[in-house]
């Protein structure tokens, strides 16, 4: 040990009196200050900036534009009151929820306790720089990256790096690990002194420690999420439509008709036909219905577009301690050397922790808690305290001394199964004590292998009587005990954890748990959860795979163990190359790249703060209960917004072709570009109750991702069949009513037809099932549909229809209009059941 201690001060060019303080200065100009790096808030006009970068908001933007300097101020009024309402609305809640992230600076605005110049100084723990020696004590926060040169019983608790528990021992040592983290020299940034003293010199400081490159990981651009690559690529599909089928209309009509200003024009307002200006309101309004919703269930959503991933998702991705367990050491077994619950054990485990004067340790604490679990605790005055033999970390065992009503001294010895083993001559039976000889010694061996393998953290206790009355004790009274029985802890599963991932597998949504902490401890808690184990990938595993060698196995592992931080980003990233939507719930320092890295971020506001920041979700009570809740919340939001976009896509798409041949077969326009624009104004404002609409119970039993290709299928499936009752409507008013030489007439017919026609769609597609029979919309939605349509058959009868260019349409029309209605709707309901039927995921 003196060598390794030498190799490390020569490392460091320092001596053991640490810097002086000219060196310390001179240090920390070359490395930088001691602090790490946090997620940079954007300002108001980078968050606003943003989300105007959308490709459909400059589409929107250019279009009317376009209008504004052709003339059409109404047209350019409407397109930007769209814009405006679907941005303002998503930067309002995304600023009202950025508010709840707290700063992670927080953290470390402390002092450490430093060497220099050969006295000990307490310095701003950003002053700390590489070489420096620091004293460290129970219940420091270690400051820095360090490396152990002395220590005394030295326990950190580093959880919320590994998700380990339990404290872990650091001393010196000159052995070799691969994984840092199980380096019993390191110690780093961001865990803590459970209990003993060290000194230990500062090997890396600032974004260089080990949690500094944690916290980097959440100043890096995230990447887009599944709902993002969804939206963006429906926006570009319909913009790439615009481009090829706009300029086609403009050339036909500016052949066929030989005015081009005219067909320049036309094409302008079908290109805002076209558009689906109502997306980013529709998006937004469904998001934050849905954020209003999962608040009351103690959730804040601190990125909308989370919401969506929730329904999206089909691999949660879970740590273990805290989340799926309780995150504390609980007392969980009491027994005697035959393996059987043992009041007398639980007392005399308590008495031992209840009398000691030292450093309480979480075994202690749990014990603690059974005071009221016997009839026969009120030690107090049965007891007389005389002496105790502290803990220290050579003997790993403490003992107290009480004497009892008898007027005998009881020495009552707890501490690792070995070391009082190695102290006890007898055993405790139901009549009374036997030699340690025989069969039994292997009965007891077992019972503490067996609770080892289940994941138990063991101790054994046991006693001595003596009426040799001494006042002071000592390790030497430690001999010739009676072995009593064992105490068990563990970090138990939650009660809710079982149901939760019931309800996850119910909904399709496959659990997976990457923890640090070792498998044997991971395995028991799965199988009391009903999660099952079939194998399980530890992270030397993972070193050893490529990135797809590791997709495919984290596809078939439901259980990860001893992972890094970097293991379970790169297992969430596995994930998501296999095409799943991952959520991923974690609340360590350790947790924060994986959620970074998720569809989903989720964590609670008791989590440390580098999770916090890295999250999208922060959930107010630690329950997977709640987060079964989003999942269904999710699922109806994006319910919502496909039923917009099949609406808008379809329909759109079908009024295409409809413009097409018109354009080819009427020798005029056949909507002026006022019509047209009318026209698409009350469709998208019957369009605008759809996020109070219901979704039916089976489109959310499952997962929903986005798929434009399904999307792209089902408009080409849908959409012409509104064509097809358009040329219908155009025959009719060509050929009946004879408007080859009437265009206001034509133009008045097929605007009413197209609009209703649009409106009624809405309620075909809002459902897979039989509309108004097996489905109703919500109330809002089926009065918006009644206004449009009074409101359009108002328009073209009214004196104002005429400054739209409308004019009253024969009484037969209206008959004949009925007739086409039904049609429509009976022919779109059967071709939509065949499309169902041919193409049910």
Known sequence: MVMELRKIISKFDIALQGLSEQEAESRLQKYGFNEIGTEKKKSSFQRLFENLKNPLVILLGVLALISYITGDLRAALVMCAMVLLG????????????????????????????????????????????????????????????????????????????????????????????????????????SNVES????????????????????????????????????????????????????????????????????????????????????????????????????????????????????????????????????????????????????????????????????????????????????????????????????????????????????????????????????????????????????MTEEITRIVTDLNKEGYRVIAVAYKNSKNYKKEYSTHDESNLTLLGFMAFLDPPKETSREAIERFHKNSVAVKVLTGDNDIVTKNICEEVNLPVDSILLGSDIDEMSDEELADAAEKTTVFAKLSPMHKERIIKALKIKNHVVGFMGDGINDAPALKAADVGISVDTAVDIAKESSDIILLENSLLVLEEGVIEGRRVFGNIVKYIKMT?????????????????????????????????????????????????????????????????????????????????????????????????????????????????????RTNKVPFIQSMASKPLIITSVLIMAFGMLLVNSPLGSAFGFIKLPILYYPLLALTLLSYVVLTQRIKTWYINKYAD
């Open 196 to 439: 003993g003293t060290a000194m230990a010199i500062v090997t890396t400081t600032g974004s260089e420690t080990y949690f500094g490159q944690l916290s980097s990981k959440i100043t890096e651009e995230r990447e887009a999420t599944s709902f993002d690559k969804g939206v963006n690529k429906f926006t570009w599909l319909m913009i790439k439509l615009i481009f090829v089928l706009a300029p086609i209309v403009f050339l036909i009509n500016g052949v066929v008709k030989g005015n081009w200003w005219e067909a320049f024009l036309f094409a302008i307002s079908v290109a805002v036909g076209l558009t689906p200006e109502m997306l980013p309101m529709i998006v937004t309004v469904n998001l934050s219905k849905g954020a209003i919703s999962i608040s009351k269930k103690k959730v804040i959503v601190k990125k909308l577009n989370a919401i969506q991933n929730f329904g999206a998702m089909d691999i949660l991705c879970t740590d273990k301690t805290g989340t799926i367990t309780c995150g504390r050491v609980v007392l969980q077994k009491h027994i005697n050397i035959y393996g059987e619950e043992s009041e007398r054990v639980l007392k005399y485990g308590y008495m031992n922790s209840f009398y000691q004067t030292g450093l309480k340790n979480l075994m202690d604490i749990a014990i603690l808690e059974h005071r009221d679990d016997g009839e026969d605790f009120n030690i107090e005055n049965k007891y007389e305290k005389i002496d105790e033999i502290p803990f220290d970390f050579m003997r790993k065992r403490m003992s107290v001394v009480v004497r009892n009503k008898r007027m005998e001294d009881v020495l009552i010895c707890k501490g690792a199964v070995e070391e009082i083993l190695s102290l006890c001559n007898k055993y405790e039976t139901k009549e009374g004590t036997e030699p340690f000889i025989g069969k």
């Open 649 to 765: 896509a379809s329909s759109n798409f079908g009024n295409m072709f409809s413009v097409i041949g018109a354009s080819i077969f009427v020798p005029f326009l056949p909507m002026m570009p006022i019509q047209v624009l009318t026209n698409n104004l009350l469709y998208d404002i019957s369009q605008t109750a759809i996020p109070t609409d219901k979704v039916d119970d089976e489109w959310i039993e499952k997962p929903r991702k986005w798929s434009v290709d399904e999307i792209k299928r089902y408009i080409f499936h849908i959409g012409p069949i509104s064509s097809i009752f358009d040329y219908t409507t155009y025959f009719i008013m060509l050929f009946v009513f004879k408007a080859w030489n009437n265009p206001a007439l034509f133009q008045t017919g097929w605007f009413l037809e197209s609009l209703f026609t649009q409106t009624l769609i809405i309620h075909i597609i």
């Open 87 to 190: 941005v303002v609305l998503k930067f309002v809640q995304e600023m009202k929820a950025d508010n709840s992230a707290e700063k992670l600076k927080a953290m470390v605005n402390i002092t450490a306790t430093v060497i220099r110049d050969g006295e000990e100084k307490e310095v701003p723990l950003k002053m700390l720089v590489p070489g420096d020696i620091v004293h460290l004590s129970s219940g420091d926060m270690i400051p820095a990256d360090v490396e152990i040169l002395t220590s005394k019983d030295l326990f950190i608790n580093q959880s919320a790096l590994t998700g380990e528990s339990l404290p872990v021992e650091k001393f010196l040592t000159e052995d070799e690990y691969k994984n840092p983290l199980e380096n019993p020299k390191l110690c780093f940034m961001g």
